[in-house]
């Protein structure tokens, strides 16, 4: 009782003074909502059950560290993709830098300016998803995002979407602290795909909300980047319909501490839902957390999560991952695969796979490995004549490939394939 | 070409000996047979030239064309030309096939100071090389051998060496596990990369092999030596004796 009454005390010290950004009537509750179950949670801390294994302490400071900005040649992502482009520069929105925002198929606003209007649809996704998703775990960095929030965008697809819309978040200010917020309806049959890249600011509090409509079908890939000492904590609620589809992989690049949670419901019959993730990270300062709950609560529908990290010179990789089917949800298929590559001793990989079954009629599978870079292929490449270094990054690559071929669009994987094989490249 | 001289190896881990002294020297242009029981150290021979961990060498040299093998990476002994077909191909899940031949052909030319082969002309020379070992499209695109039966591994190493163009090539039981026609398919291979200036080591149980694979000089190894050393008659007498007889006559 007197640890859960510090954490409460600590968390009324930590929000002592905060203000909530104005806009209309049903925005303003939300956020208040939202900051009141902060107030009910508490923010957490590395004592947390759900936070074993990843200390939150630096993300629920006042003060963000300051994170300096990382110096090589890689340019930015996805250059030759026809997509829109909406640039956040250490979390705000710039839009000199960013495309047109009319777009056929899609109606996209800046969330502020979606938050004066008095009747909006964004009012039944805004905080709502993230209110629902915080059962039966709670999420108080989730609800503290949505209460502070101070830009992002609203996107509406009523039908397919002509180009990919691109989130890039760039990070020029060392000492940047920047929570965004981005919702995404996608309406019955439309059909979107979302990129989202760059490492965004010194520390990163990102939230994504998506609603799918019958049939809607909603594509992922995100990058998250690169410098070294950044800080994410990001989280993903979506509720998906009858025979929708959802599908999001993330590739992460280094980082001090990122923690990306992703928390999906199943709601309508014949539907899927993919989440996918790739890390490498190096250094005994590479923290890498990925926390990923699976909803299932309709008939036949199938779920996958495919999650692979390389590790390296006592960096950690952590995997949380559940599946819970309810009671009703017969005939699901669904699918967990936690693994790790640990290039040397000193590195870890902490997994955690969960699966709770309340029906009879489903087929669920799920493991987790942890290993070392297999010593006889590793052999028999150089005895072709490959040498170690190329031997080990290609062995480092295909432990990676079944992650990657979770994405869909073939050039999108290709590129970042290359990019994986310059980072191997340049941390060998 | 290759010259071994009183080599001794014992494993790393445990202090057991397992070869004790062999001698050995490969002219240019020759194919030599080694036979002998399971377990008198075959492999282990071919592992040591070609670098393989989990060995210590005791005694003894190894050289390639005059370069101490033994002091170098597995890697630079394949640039230097050395080939070992294993007896057990390895698989690799998640690496292309053709991805792994092209890896590998490159990083020797390179290693050699070699122009790149660009990627049209290496598809041409696979396929057309391919071709000859009945190794089709679908084999090339997947994993490294993954889900290849056994003589399938067995002509993807043949393939391998036909696009290394190694000058020493070590074939560890290489008939092992193929039935008829993929020996012969395998054999063609083989003799196909016969010239002057390559050299073969075939180790086999078996006098078929032979019949395609026509040895100079065959020898008989037991617990980790060479102890006989003929002409191709030698195959024969292990085909129709076994080497019951062989071994008690130099014991
Ligand atoms: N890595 C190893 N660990 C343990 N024993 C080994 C290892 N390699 C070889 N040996 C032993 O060394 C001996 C020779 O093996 P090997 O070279 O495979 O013989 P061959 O190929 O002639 O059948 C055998 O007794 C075998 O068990
Ligand atoms: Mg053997």
Redesign the interface.
């Known amino acids: 009782m007197a640890l859960a009454q510090m954490k409460l005390d600590a968390t009324e010290a930590r929000l002592a003074g905060v203000t909530l950004p104005d806009g209309a009537v049903w925005a303003r509750d939300a956020r208040a909502a939202a900051l009141e179950r902060v107030r009910q949670m508490g923010l957490p801390t590395k004592r947390d059950e759900y936070w074993r294994y990843t200390d939150p302490s630096s993300l629920t400071a006042a003060e963000a560290p300051t994170a300096a900005l990382l110096e090589n040649d890689e340019g930015p992502l996805f250059e030759d993709v026809d997509r829109v482009r909406i640039v956040f520069v250490d979390g705000v929105f710039d839009p000199a830098a960013s495309d047109d925002l009319s777009t056929e198929g899609v109606e996209i606003e800046r969330l502020a300016d979606a938050m004066q209007v008095d009747i909006h649809w964004a009012k039944d996704i805004y905080g709502v998803l993230e209110a629902r998703g915080q059962k039966p775990v709670e999420r108080p960095l989730a609800a503290l995002n949505t209460a502070l929030a101070t830009d992002g965008v609203v996107i509406r697809a009523t039908g397919k979407v002509s180009k990919p819309i691109n989130f890039i978040y760039l990070h020029n200010d060392v000492a940047s602290d920047a929570v965004l917020h981005n919702v995404v309806k996608v309406e019955a049959d439309a059909e979107i795909t979302l990129l989202e890249t760059g490492p965004a600011a010194a520390r990163f509090s990102k939230q994504l909300e998506v609603e799918l409509g019958e049939g809607a079908v909603f594509n992922h890939v995100r990058a998250q980047g690169r410098d070294h000492e950044r800080r994410a904590v990001t989280h993903c609620f979506a509720r998906i319909a009858e025979n929708s589809s959802f599908k999001s992989f993330t590739l992460t690049f280094n980082g001090v501490l990122t923690r990306n949670e992703c928390v999906l419901e199943i709601v309508g019959d014949n539907a899927v839902a993919h989440v996918a993730g790739a890390c490498v990270g190096d250094g005994k300062d590479f923290h890498h957390d990925d926390t990923v709950f699976v909803t299932h609560d309709a008939v036949n529908c199938e779920s996958r999560q495919v999650f692979k990290k390389v590790l390296r010179n006592g960096a950690t990789g952590v995997f949380q991952g559940k599946i819970l089917v309810k009671e009703g949800a017969q005939k699901t298929d669904g699918y967990q695969i936690s693994q790790s590559l640990l290039l040397d001793d000193d590195s870890q990989f902490l997994a955690k796979p969960e699966l709770e079954i309340y029906a009879d009629d489903v087929a669920c599978s799920h493991g987790s490995t942890s290993g070392a870079i297999?010593?006889?292929?590793l052999?028999?490449?150089?005895?072709?004549?490959?040498?170690?270094t190329?031997?080990r990054n290609?062995?480092t690559?295909?432990?990676l490939?079944?992650a990657l071929e979770e994405i869909a669009d073939e050039a999108l994987a290709e590129e970042l394939r290359d990019r994986l094989e310059r980072w191997l490249a340049r941390h060998s | 070409m290759l010259e071994i001289k009183d080599l001794k190896v014992k494993l790393e881990e445990e202090d057991k000996q397992i070869l004790k002294g062999v001698d050995l020297k490969i002219e240019p242009g020759t194919v030599h047979a080694i036979m002998g029981p399971n377990g008198s150290g075959k492999s282990t021979l071919s592992y040591v030239l070609s670098g393989r961990d989990g060995y210590e060498v005791t005694g003894g040299t190894a050289a390639l064309e005059g370069a101490d093998l033994l002091d170098m990476e597995p890697e630079d002994r394949a640039a230097a030309g050395l080939f070992l077909a294993f007896q057990y191909p390895v698989e690799i899940p998640g690496v292309g096939n053709m991805t792994f031949l092209r890896t590998a052909v490159n990083a020797q030319r390179k290693a050699r100071g070699e122009e790149e082969l660009s990627a049209g002309d290496f598809l041409k020379i696979v396929r057309e090389k391919a071709k000859s070992l009945q190794i089709d499209a679908d084999m090339l695109k997947r994993p490294v051998n993954v889900g290849f039966s056994g003589g399938e591994k067995k002509r993807n190493e043949i393939l391998q060496m036909a696009m290394l163009e190694p000058k020493m090539c070590i074939l560890d039981e290489t008939d092992s596990g193929l039935d008829v026609d993929a020996m012969k398919l395998v054999s063609e291979g083989v003799n196909a990369l016969r010239s002057e200036g390559r050299s073969f080591l075939v180790i086999t149980h078996y006098q078929r092999l032979l019949d395609h694979i026509k040895p100079d000089v065959v020898h008989i190894m037991a617990d980790g030596k060479i102890v006989k050393s003929g002409g191709p008659e030698l195959a024969l007498e292990v085909e129709n004796n076994g080497y019951a007889d062989i071994l008690a006559e130099v014991a």
């Open positions: 297999d010593e006889t292929a052999f028999y490449l150089r005895s072709r004549g490959v040498s170690m190329d031997a290609l062995l690559l295909s432990f490939a079944e």
